[in-house]
């Protein structure tokens, strides 16, 4: 719990530090906020270990293949890589190229997605009586 602290409290040093280095070098404040958005990431690094042995058990208990949850994570993992650097084209001022890559994203998942939709219709179509 006092991890979460600790990242607002960087967030929000990160975020001062922006704004008062911003009006002198809007260059060093570009850089202060990726560096700062690094350092919370590397912060909850430690914390995917965890969803990955639950994930694990979850795979091992249940007979779905092994191959839907991996693709689950990635798309996952592509959905965070995706919002975090549309949110840097944001903050340096790129705001239609961070909307073009959360669109480009949203194409991708889309289309990585397809065989578990597949996956879960054929489940459906195995339920239903004929």
Do not use: H, Q, W
Not at 73 to 86: D, H, M, Q, S
Not at 91 to 113: C, F, H, P, Q, R
């Amino acid at each position: 719990m006092e991890i979460i602290f600790k990242i607002l409290a960087i967030a929000l040093i990160t975020s001062i530090a922006t704004l008062i280095v911003r009006p002198v070098r809007s260059d060093f404040a570009i850089m202060i906020g990726l560096t700062g958005g690094v350092i919370i990431l590397v912060m909850v690094l430690s914390y995917l270990t965890g969803i990955f042995d639950a994930i694990k058990n979850v795979i091992e208990s249940t007979g779905v293949s092994s191959g839907l949850y991996v693709l689950i994570l990635k798309i996952v993992g592509i959905g965070y890589l995706v919002e975090f650097t549309a949110s840097v084209c944001s903050e340096t001022g790129n705001s239609g190229l961070g909307d073009k890559v959360l669109l480009g994203g949203k194409i991708i998942i889309m289309v990585m997605a397809l065989p578990i939709v597949t996956s879960i219709l054929k489940i459906i179509m195995e339920i239903l009586p004929k």
